[in-house]
């Protein structure tokens, strides 16, 4: 069914956002310190558009190597959680290519039979 694939996939979409929100939420202190939710909002947003997923922070703007490192792995974990859960989402669009498919080969298999 059309409108309810439709409807899935914009929740999908909208789950997407809201997994990367909160992901970046718990690993990135620097998306954390933000002070307005409109920039948040806006890089969640932005780094949601394309295939590959975006960290809020560099790490090489640290004044000490420890704060270097720190933020480094720190990033590690937030592009690593984000990669998750774009393999997540990609996996279950799977879904109803496969359903597609296998509807297609149930109305090929009744066409052949009936027409020959």
Not at 27 to 56: M, Q, W
Not at 91 to 99: A, D, E, H, N, Y
């Amino acid at each position: 069914n059309l409108p309810v694939t439709c409807v899935l996939v914009i929740c999908l979409g909208i789950l997407r956002l809201i997994a990367s929100y909160l992901a970046k939420l718990m690993l990135s202190e620097d998306f954390r310190n933000e002070k307005t939710f409109s920039s948040r909002l806006s890089h969640i947003l932005y780094s949601n558009i394309g295939a590959t997923p975006v960290t809020f922070s560099r790490w090489d703007n640290g004044t000490t190597l420890q704060e270097m490192q720190r933020k480094y792995f720190q990033q590690q974990k937030e592009m690593m959680a984000l990669l998750v859960i774009n393999c997540l989402e990609n996996i279950l669009l799977l879904i109803p290519v496969s359903l597609t498919f296998l509807k297609m080969a149930e109305r090929h298999a009744l066409l052949e039979d009936s027409i020959g």
